[in-house]
C-alpha cells in the first residue's frame, strides 16, 4: 500500500469515527440532561448552567414521584399490556394458523385484508372508538384500551406469525394427521409448541408498542385510576409545569422498567424489534 | 369407489373449512369492531353537525367538507406534514442506512454502539416529547445553555413560529433514526452473506460492495421503508402535541392535532371526523401514488 493510499485510509477512518461519535453524542445527550436535571433542585435549576453537575445528590424529586401516584399508573400499565397481549398472542395465533396451513377459498383474500389493516391510520377511528365506548360504558376504565391495542397490532402480528408457521416442516403435521389428531389438536399440541420463538418475538415488538400508547390512552381514559404510565408524564407535566427537575425524574422513572427489560434481554429485544421492522 | 372418495375430499375439504372460520372469527371480530366499523361510522358523522354530548345530531350532508376544503388552517396542517413527511424521509433513511452499514461491517465489535443508538426506540412519544421539549426549553435547555456559554442570548425554538415545525422534526428524527437502523439492520441480515466474501475475493472494496451489492439488494427494503416513513409523517400526533399542542398559532399544526383539537377542544365532532376521514383519504391516495410510482420505475 503507498503512503497516498495510507491517508485516504486514515482520513477515511477519521470522518467515520466523527460521525458514529457524533451520532452517539446526539443519541446520549438528551438522557444526560434528563439524569442531570432529575437530581437537580429547582433553583439549581434556575440559577446555574446546564451542563453543572448536580451540587448534591439530591433525591427529594424522585422520592416525591414515588410518594405520589405513580404505582397507580405503573399497576394500569401493567394490567392492560397483560391483558391486551394475551389476546392478542391467542388470537394472532389462531388467525394465523389456517392462513399459512390450510387450503381452502377465501385464503388468500383473507390475508389480504388483514394486510391491507397495518395501514389504517389510528386517528381514523379514534372519535369512533371514543363514542362507542361511552355508549359501552366503559369509558375511562382500563378496558376501554384492550379492544383497540388488541385490533391494531392484529394484522403486524398475523403478518409475522404466518411467515414463522411457513417455515415449520409440513411433515410433521402430516404424521400428526396421520395418527387421527384434528386441526384443533394439531394447533394446540404440534403448531403452538414450534411456534414458540415466534409468539416471543410478537410478544416483545407488541409489548413496546402497547407499553408506551399514547392516543387511545388519552382519549378512552380520564382520570387516576385508569390512566396508564404514558400519561402519568402527561399528567405531572400539568401539575409541575416550572418544576423541570421533578418531570426530569418522573421521565427517568417512567423509563425505568423498560431500560431494566432492555439491560436483561437486549439482544431479545433488539431481535423482536428488528422482525418487527420487516414488516414493510 | 370414486363417489366413495370424492364425498370423503369434499368432507374434508367442509371441514378444512369449518375449522378455518373458528379459528379466523375471534380475529375479525376485533378487527370488524375496532377498525372496519370504525372507519365507516367517521363517514358517517363527517355528514353531521354535532358536538358529542347532545341526543340530536344535525345533518348537514355535505356541509363539513365543503368547510375542510376551505378551511386555510387544515391546509397549513397538511403542508406542515408534507414538510415532515419530505424531511423524515431525507434525513430518517440515510442515517438509517449509515447507522445499519457501519453496525453491519463492524460485527459483534460495535455492539456497544448498537445498544446505546437502539434505546430511543424503547421511549414512549409523550417521554420523547418532554424530553425535548425541556431539553430545548429558552430558559433552562440546552441550546440556551450553549449559547449563554458564549455570552449569547437565551433561544427559544419551539416557542417561535419560525422554528417550530424544523426543531420538531429533528426530535421525530432522533425518536425514529433508531427504527431505521434496527430496520436496515434486518436488512442486511437477509443479504447471504457469501456474496460479501466472493465480492472481496474479487478484489472489491467495502465501499464497492455498498454502492454497487448492498445497495442494490436492500432496494425493496428501502421502497418500503419510504412508504413507512410516509404513513407515519402523514399521521403524526403524539409528539407534536406534547410538544407544541400545534403552536405557537398554528405554526406546527398536523392534520392528526387539528382534528383532536375540533373534536374534544371545540366539541365539534362531526367536523372532526370530517378532517379524519379527510386525512385516511389523503394518506391512502398518496400511499398508493407512491407504490405505484415507486414500482413503476422498477419496470423502466
Known amino acids: 500500500m503507498n503512503q ?10 477519521a470522518i467515520i469515527g466523527i460521525l458514529v461519535i457524533g451520532w452517539l453524542i446526539i443519541t446520549a445527550i438528551p438522557f444526560i440532561f434528563m439524569l442531570l436535571a432529575g437530581f437537580k433542585q429547582q433553583f439549581e435549576m434556575l440559577m446555574g448552567s446546564v451542563f453543572d453537575l448536580p451540587k448534591t445528590l439530591y433525591l427529594k424529586n424522585f422520592i416525591d414521584v414515588f410518594k405520589g401516584n405513580i404505582f397507580i399508573y405503573f399497576k394500569n400499565s401493567v394490567i392492560v399490556l397483560v391483558v391486551s397481549l394475551t389476546i392478542l398472542l391467542i388470537l394472532s395465533a389462531c388467525a394465523s394458523y389456517p ?18 389493516c397495518m395501514s389504517v391510520p389510528v386517528h381514523v377511528t379514534l ?13 375511562d376504565s382500563i378496558w376501554a384500551l384492550v379492544g383497540p391495542y388488541v385490533a391494531f397490532n392484529l394484522p403486524i402480528s398475523v403478518f409475522i406469525l404466518v411467515t414463522f408457521m411457513q417455515a415449520i416442516p409440513k411433515e410433521l403435521e402430516e404424521a400428526a394427521e396421520i395418527d387421527g389428531c384434528n386441526k384443533y389438536r394439531i394447533f394446540f399440541n404440534v403448531m403452538l409448541p414450534l411456534v414458540k420463538p415466534g409468539l416471543a418475538t410478537l410478544a416483545i415488538y407488541n409489548g413496546v408498542s402497547i407499553w408506551n400508547e399514547f392516543s387511545f390512552a388519552l382519549t378512552l381514559t380520564q382520570s387516576l385510576p385508569s390512566r396508564t404510565l404514558p400519561l402519568a408524564i402527561w399528567e405531572y407535566q400539568g401539575q409541575y409545569t416550572m418544576n423541570v427537575p421533578m418531570i426530569m ?32 | 369407489m370414486q363417489a366413495q372418495t370424492s364425498s370423503l375430499a369434499k368432507k374434508r375439504a367442509a371441514s378444512t373449512r369449518n375449522a378455518a372460520i373458528i379459528f379466523l372469527v375471534p380475529a375479525f371480530v376485533f378487527l370488524i369492531i375496532f377498525i372496519a366499523y370504525p372507519i365507516f361510522y367517521s363517514f358517517n358523522l363527517s355528514c353531521y353537525n354535532w358536538n358529542g354530548i347532545s341526543s340530536g345530531k344535525d345533518f348537514i350532508g355535505l356541509g363539513n367538507w365543503k368547510e375542510l376544503i376551505g378551511d386555510t388552517i387544515f391546509r397549513k396542517a397538511f403542508i406542515n406534514n408534507i414538510i415532515i413527511m419530505i424531511l423524515s424521509i431525507v434525513v430518517q433513511l440515510p442515517i438509517g442506512i449509515a447507522l445499519a452499514t457501519f453496525l453491519d461491517f463492524g460485527g459483534k465489535k460495535f455492539n456497544f454502539f448498537k445498544v446505546i443508538w437502539f ?16 431539553a430545548l426549553d429558552a430558559n433552562s435547555g440546552i441550546i ?19 422554528t417550530a415545525l424544523v426543531t420538531i422534526t429533528v426530535a421525530i428524527c432522533w425518536q425514529f433514526i433508531p427504527f431505521y437502523m434496527v430496520y436496515f439492520l434486518a436488512a442486511y441480515s437477509g443479504i447471504p452473506s457469501d456474496l460479501y466474501e466472493a465480492s472481496t475475493i474479487d478484489g472489491a472494496t467495502k465501499s464497492q460492495y455498498f454502492w454497487k451489492i448492498a445497495l442494490p439488494m436492500m432496494k425493496p427494503a428501502i421502497k418500503s421503508a419510504i412508504v413507512l416513513s410516509m404513513v407515519g409523517s402523514l399521521k403524526y400526533f403524539d409528539l407534536i402535541y406534547v410538544m407544541t399542542g400545534g403552536g405557537p398559532g398554528s405554526s406546527s399544526e ?11 377542544a371545540s366539541q365539534r365532532m362531526g367536523y372532526g371526523s ?11 391516495i398518496i400511499s398508493l401514488i407512491t407504490i405505484k410510482l415507486l414500482n413503476g420505475k422498477e419496470e423502466v
Open chain 1, 4 to 13: 497516498k493510499s495510507l491517508i485516504k485510509n486514515i482520513s477515511i477512518k
Open chain 1, 99 to 116: 392462513l399459512s396451513r390450510f387450503k381452502f377459498k377465501f385464503n388468500k383474500p383473507i390475508y389480504a385484508i388483514i394486510v391491507a
Open chain 1, 127 to 139: 372519535l369512533p372508538i371514543f363514542l362507542m365506548t361511552t355508549k359501552m360504558g366503559i369509558y
Open chain 1, 249 to 280: 425524574s418522573v421521565l427517568t422513572i417512567s423509563m425505568l422498567p423498560m431500560i431494566i427489560a432492555f439491560v436483561f434481554g437486549q439482544d431479545k429485544l433488539i431481535k423482536g424489534m428488528m422482525a418487527g421492522a420487516v414488516k414493510g
Open chain 2, 119 to 134: 434505546i430511543p426506540m424503547l421511549m414512549s412519544s409523550v417521554a420523547i416529547g418532554y424530553l425535548f421539549k425541556y
Open chain 2, 144 to 162: 440556551t445553555g450553549i449559547s449563554k456559554l458564549f455570552g449569547g442570548h437565551s433561544i427559544d425554538l419551539l416557542g417561535n413560529p419560525n
Open chain 2, 254 to 264: 398536523l392534520m392528526a392535532t387539528y382534528m383532536y383539537k375540533n373534536a374534544f
Open chain 2, 274 to 284: 370530517t378532517i379524519a376521514t379527510g386525512m385516511f383519504i389523503l394518506i391512502t
